[in-house]
Protein backbone atom coordinates (compact mmCIF):
# COMPACT_ATOMS: atom_id res chain seq x y z
CA UNK A 1 0.00 0.00 0.00
CA UNK A 2 3.12 2.30 1.37
CA UNK A 3 4.36 1.63 -2.77
CA UNK A 4 1.21 2.31 -4.47
CA UNK A 5 1.09 5.60 -2.47
CA UNK A 6 4.45 6.56 -3.38
CA UNK A 7 3.91 5.95 -6.55
CA UNK A 8 0.52 7.77 -6.65
CA UNK A 9 2.35 11.29 -5.49
CA UNK A 10 5.18 10.53 -8.10
CA UNK A 11 2.32 10.64 -10.77
CA UNK A 12 0.83 14.09 -9.15
CA UNK A 13 4.51 15.77 -9.52
CA UNK A 14 4.84 14.30 -13.38
CA UNK A 15 1.57 14.27 -15.25
CA UNK A 16 -0.84 16.77 -14.27
CA UNK A 17 -4.29 18.10 -15.66
CA UNK A 18 -7.42 19.86 -15.25
CA UNK A 19 -8.61 16.60 -13.63
CA UNK A 20 -6.18 15.78 -11.04
CA UNK A 21 -4.06 12.52 -11.30
CA UNK A 22 -7.15 9.83 -10.58
CA UNK A 23 -8.15 10.97 -13.78
CA UNK A 24 -5.51 8.77 -15.79
CA UNK A 25 -4.30 7.05 -13.39
CA UNK A 26 -7.19 4.82 -14.01
CA UNK A 27 -6.58 3.80 -17.43
CA UNK A 28 -5.03 0.42 -17.69
CA UNK A 29 -2.03 0.56 -20.30
CA UNK A 30 -1.22 4.25 -18.72
CA UNK A 31 -1.30 3.26 -15.32
CA UNK A 32 1.08 0.08 -16.29
CA UNK A 33 3.41 1.95 -18.70
CA UNK A 34 3.79 4.67 -15.92
CA UNK A 35 5.03 1.60 -13.61
CA UNK A 36 6.77 -0.14 -15.71
CA UNK A 37 8.93 3.63 -16.35
CA UNK A 38 9.02 4.22 -12.34
CA UNK A 39 10.44 0.48 -12.19
CA UNK A 40 12.97 0.83 -14.15
CA UNK A 41 14.44 4.31 -13.08
CA UNK A 42 14.33 2.52 -9.31
CA UNK A 43 15.86 -0.73 -10.51
CA UNK A 44 18.89 1.67 -12.54
CA UNK A 45 19.20 3.38 -8.95
CA UNK A 46 19.64 -0.24 -7.05
CA UNK A 47 21.56 -1.81 -9.49
CA UNK A 48 24.13 0.97 -9.53
CA UNK A 49 24.42 1.09 -5.79
CA UNK A 50 25.31 -2.28 -5.75
CA UNK A 51 27.86 -2.07 -8.33
CA UNK A 52 29.76 0.73 -6.80
CA UNK A 53 29.33 -1.45 -3.24
CA UNK A 54 30.80 -4.73 -4.19
CA UNK A 55 33.93 -5.07 -5.11
CA UNK A 56 33.63 -7.57 -7.83
CA UNK A 57 32.63 -4.80 -10.33
CA UNK A 58 35.28 -2.96 -9.90
CA UNK A 59 38.06 -5.94 -9.81
CA UNK A 60 36.10 -8.31 -12.75
CA UNK A 61 35.77 -6.80 -16.34
CA UNK A 62 33.52 -10.00 -16.86
CA UNK A 63 31.00 -8.85 -14.31
CA UNK A 64 31.47 -5.15 -15.05
CA UNK A 65 30.53 -5.65 -18.33
CA UNK A 66 27.64 -7.98 -17.51
CA UNK A 67 26.36 -5.29 -15.04
CA UNK A 68 26.50 -2.48 -17.64
CA UNK A 69 24.59 -4.33 -20.08
CA UNK A 70 21.68 -5.05 -17.80
CA UNK A 71 21.13 -1.31 -16.89
CA UNK A 72 21.48 -0.98 -20.42
CA UNK A 73 18.61 -3.23 -21.17
CA UNK A 74 17.04 -1.20 -18.34
CA UNK A 75 17.25 1.93 -19.72
CA UNK A 76 16.26 0.75 -23.17
CA UNK A 77 13.26 -0.74 -21.08
CA UNK A 78 12.58 2.58 -19.60
CA UNK A 79 12.73 4.38 -22.45
CA UNK A 80 10.00 2.82 -24.29
CA UNK A 81 8.26 2.71 -21.25
CA UNK A 82 8.13 6.93 -21.20
CA UNK A 83 7.49 6.79 -24.85
CA UNK A 84 4.24 4.39 -24.42
CA UNK A 85 3.46 6.54 -21.40
CA UNK A 86 3.78 9.70 -23.66
CA UNK A 87 1.56 8.48 -26.29
CA UNK A 88 -1.30 7.09 -24.36
CA UNK A 89 -1.35 9.99 -21.78
CA UNK A 90 -1.59 12.63 -24.75
CA UNK A 91 -3.97 10.47 -26.62
CA UNK A 92 -5.76 10.52 -23.24
CA UNK A 93 -5.95 14.48 -22.89
CA UNK A 94 -6.78 15.03 -26.50
CA UNK A 95 -9.59 12.39 -26.07
CA UNK A 96 -10.69 14.35 -22.96
CA UNK A 97 -9.84 17.70 -23.39
CA UNK A 98 -8.75 18.33 -20.40
CA UNK A 99 -6.26 21.02 -19.97
CA UNK A 100 -2.46 20.47 -20.46
CA UNK A 101 0.20 22.07 -18.39
CA UNK A 102 3.46 22.96 -19.48
CA UNK A 103 5.15 21.14 -16.76
CA UNK A 104 4.41 17.90 -18.78
CA UNK A 105 5.97 18.54 -21.79
CA UNK A 106 9.11 19.61 -19.95
CA UNK A 107 8.65 16.28 -17.50
CA UNK A 108 8.78 13.93 -20.90
CA UNK A 109 11.54 16.12 -22.35
CA UNK A 110 13.84 15.91 -19.60
CA UNK A 111 13.06 12.42 -18.67
CA UNK A 112 14.11 11.50 -22.38
CA UNK A 113 17.37 13.04 -22.44
CA UNK A 114 18.28 12.12 -18.61
CA UNK A 115 17.80 8.70 -19.33
CA UNK A 116 19.55 8.60 -23.46
CA UNK A 117 21.98 10.51 -21.61
CA UNK A 118 22.64 7.85 -19.44
CA UNK A 119 21.99 5.14 -22.13
CA UNK A 120 25.16 6.68 -23.96
CA UNK A 121 27.09 6.95 -21.28
CA UNK A 122 26.69 3.38 -20.43
CA UNK A 123 27.58 2.70 -23.57
CA UNK A 124 30.53 4.64 -23.84
CA UNK A 125 32.16 2.34 -20.76
CA UNK A 126 30.91 -0.89 -22.62
CA UNK A 127 32.11 0.12 -26.03
CA UNK A 128 34.09 3.48 -26.56
CA UNK A 129 34.69 2.68 -30.21
CA UNK A 130 30.72 3.52 -30.68
CA UNK A 131 31.78 7.45 -30.24
CA UNK A 132 34.19 10.27 -31.61
CA UNK A 133 35.27 11.15 -27.89
CA UNK A 134 38.60 13.05 -28.20
CA UNK A 135 39.93 14.22 -24.53
CA UNK A 136 37.72 12.21 -22.15
CA UNK A 137 37.57 13.59 -18.83
CA UNK A 138 37.47 10.01 -17.87
CA UNK A 139 39.40 7.58 -20.35
CA UNK A 140 36.99 4.45 -20.86
CA UNK A 141 36.90 1.63 -18.82
CA UNK A 142 34.29 -0.98 -18.11
CA UNK A 143 35.27 -1.33 -14.39
CA UNK A 144 33.28 0.63 -11.60
CA UNK A 145 36.63 2.69 -10.59
CA UNK A 146 36.72 6.12 -11.55
CA UNK A 147 37.38 9.89 -10.11
CA UNK A 148 33.83 11.10 -8.68
CA UNK A 149 34.10 14.64 -10.51
CA UNK A 150 35.58 13.78 -13.55
CA UNK A 151 32.97 10.87 -13.77
CA UNK A 152 30.16 14.09 -13.11
CA UNK A 153 32.04 16.16 -15.98
CA UNK A 154 32.02 12.93 -18.61
CA UNK A 155 28.39 12.17 -17.57
CA UNK A 156 27.80 16.05 -18.12
CA UNK A 157 29.31 15.76 -21.48
CA UNK A 158 26.81 13.00 -22.59
CA UNK A 159 23.95 14.30 -21.02
CA UNK A 160 24.64 17.03 -23.50
CA UNK A 161 25.45 15.18 -26.14
CA UNK A 162 22.01 13.68 -25.20
CA UNK A 163 20.04 16.99 -25.46
CA UNK A 164 21.68 18.23 -29.21
CA UNK A 165 20.64 14.52 -30.52
CA UNK A 166 17.04 15.24 -29.14
CA UNK A 167 16.92 18.61 -31.60
CA UNK A 168 19.49 16.70 -34.24
CA UNK A 169 22.12 18.91 -33.56
CA UNK A 170 25.98 17.92 -32.70
CA UNK A 171 28.10 18.60 -29.55
CA UNK A 172 31.52 19.22 -30.32
CA UNK A 173 33.15 17.58 -27.58
CA UNK A 174 30.98 13.83 -28.90
CA UNK A 175 29.77 12.50 -32.40
CA UNK A 176 28.61 9.13 -33.30
CA UNK A 177 30.96 6.70 -34.26
CA UNK A 178 28.62 3.78 -35.04
CA UNK A 179 25.06 2.74 -36.41
CA UNK A 180 23.82 2.23 -32.89
CA UNK A 181 24.18 5.95 -31.74
CA UNK A 182 22.93 7.26 -35.35
CA UNK A 183 19.62 4.97 -34.74
CA UNK A 184 19.32 5.96 -30.86
CA UNK A 185 19.50 9.63 -31.65
CA UNK A 186 17.11 9.45 -34.54
CA UNK A 187 14.84 8.01 -32.45
CA UNK A 188 15.68 10.62 -30.06
CA UNK A 189 14.90 13.50 -32.80
CA UNK A 190 11.66 11.81 -33.47
CA UNK A 191 10.65 11.33 -29.90
CA UNK A 192 11.18 14.93 -29.79
CA UNK A 193 9.10 15.83 -32.93
CA UNK A 194 6.67 14.15 -31.80
CA UNK A 195 6.25 15.21 -28.79
CA UNK A 196 5.95 19.15 -29.94
CA UNK A 197 3.12 17.55 -32.81
CA UNK A 198 1.08 16.63 -29.74
CA UNK A 199 1.55 19.67 -27.76
CA UNK A 200 0.30 21.29 -31.19
CA UNK A 201 -2.42 18.97 -31.52
CA UNK A 202 -4.01 19.33 -27.48
CA UNK A 203 -3.75 23.06 -28.00
CA UNK A 204 -5.55 23.15 -31.20
CA UNK A 205 -7.91 20.67 -29.56
CA UNK A 206 -8.61 22.92 -26.52
CA UNK A 207 -9.07 26.30 -28.22
CA UNK A 208 -11.47 24.37 -30.65
CA UNK A 209 -13.47 23.31 -27.26
CA UNK A 210 -13.49 26.22 -25.96
CA UNK A 211 -15.05 28.47 -28.64
Not at 24 to 40: A, E, H
Not at 89 to 100: D, E, K, M
Amino acid sequence: MKIRSFAQKIADLVLTSDEGTEDWIRVGPLRISFYWWLGSIVGYFVLTVIGLQLEIFATSKFAAATLRFVLIAILIGGIGGLFTMCRLYYAHVLRRTVGLSLNNVVFFYVAAVVMFGTCYNQLYRVNASLFSYPNPPVTPNVLWVSSPLEYQLQRLDFLLFSALQSVNGGYYRISSHSLIISALGYIQAVFTICLLALLVAAYVNRKSELR
